[in-house]
């Protein structure tokens, strides 16, 4: 026992010594550098891990976030531009004299977009075949079938379906068709139909089913072939993006 505190006496007599001899000052603290030297690199280390795994987790957080604001923004903007498009629909509607009937767009043929769409009113909406579909911007088509609670409407970019339409300049009338593309054909009843690019093409009085006036399209293009003068004519309305249009009723008194 007397020895182990001869040997701590003399090592506490020689670490306070180191303290005041310059040299052996130097030395110890050197020595007691060392092990900082080893454990720095380690604790380095275990900080940039936990450092790593603080930033991993916030990042994940914040792409949570980030994905919920974006689909948040979406569906925001997509009510939007509904409500916008819904908006157009019955201001319009409000400042015809005549009667419409607002109808959604709940089917279409996946195979033949641009040949006809199913709408979600019926006879027990007043809705009859022949009636015609229009939409603030312009003509739609015509309702060929008719279901208590549903109806089909045959659209002008069909090539099934015909109407009389009229140049607004120029007053020169004859068919429009559809055809297999979002395009239209109009043949004239005239040998020289004076007509150019850019006309705009409405439907005619002398329509059976259509009201006068209403817009059909612009004329992109004019060709000349062994019938006669045709040109092509581009919808006012976009018919590939119709989400609701109206239906103007006949008198039901």
């Not at 923004?73 to 409000?94: A, G, H, M, R, V």
């Not at 015609?132 to 739609?140: E, R, Y």
Request: aromatic letters at 8%.
């Amino acid at each position: 026992m007397w020895q182990n505190l001869k040997k701590k006496f003399f090592f506490i007599i020689f670490i306070i010594g180191c303290f005041f001899i310059p040299p052996l000052r130097r030395n110890l603290i050197d020595l007691l550098k060392l092990p900082l030297i080893f454990s720095s690199p380690i604790l380095k280390e275990a900080k940039t891990f936990f450092s790593y795994r603080a930033i991993l987790t916030e990042n994940i957080s914040l792409r949570t976030k980030l994905d919920t604001l974006q689909r948040e923004y979406i569906e925001l903007k997509e009510e939007k531009i509904k409500s916008e498009n819904l908006k157009d629909l019955l201001s319009f509607k409000d400042k015809k004299r005549f009667k419409t009937q607002l109808c959604r767009i709940i089917s279409r043929e996946p195979s033949n977009w641009y040949s006809s769409i199913l709408i979600d009113k019926g006879r027990t909406h007043h809705i009859r075949e022949g009636d015609c579909v229009i939409t603030h911007l312009g003509l739609v088509g015509r309702v060929i079938e008719v279901g208590r609670l549903t109806s089909k409407v045959i659209l002008i970019s069909d090539p099934q379906f015909s109407c009389a339409g009229i140049i607004q300049r120029s007053r020169t009338q004859g068919i429009v068709r559809g055809s297999l593309l979002n395009r239209l054909v109009m043949r004239y009843f005239e040998d020289s139909p004076d007509v150019k690019k850019g006309d705009i093409v409405v439907t005619s009085a002398l329509s059976t089913f259509a009201l006068p006036a209403i817009p059909i399209g612009r004329i992109t293009e004019i060709v000349s072939d062994s019938v006669g003068v045709r040109a092509e004519v581009f919808p006012s309305v976009e018919l590939g993006k119709l989400e609701e249009v109206l239906v103007i009723l006949k008198d039901t008194d």
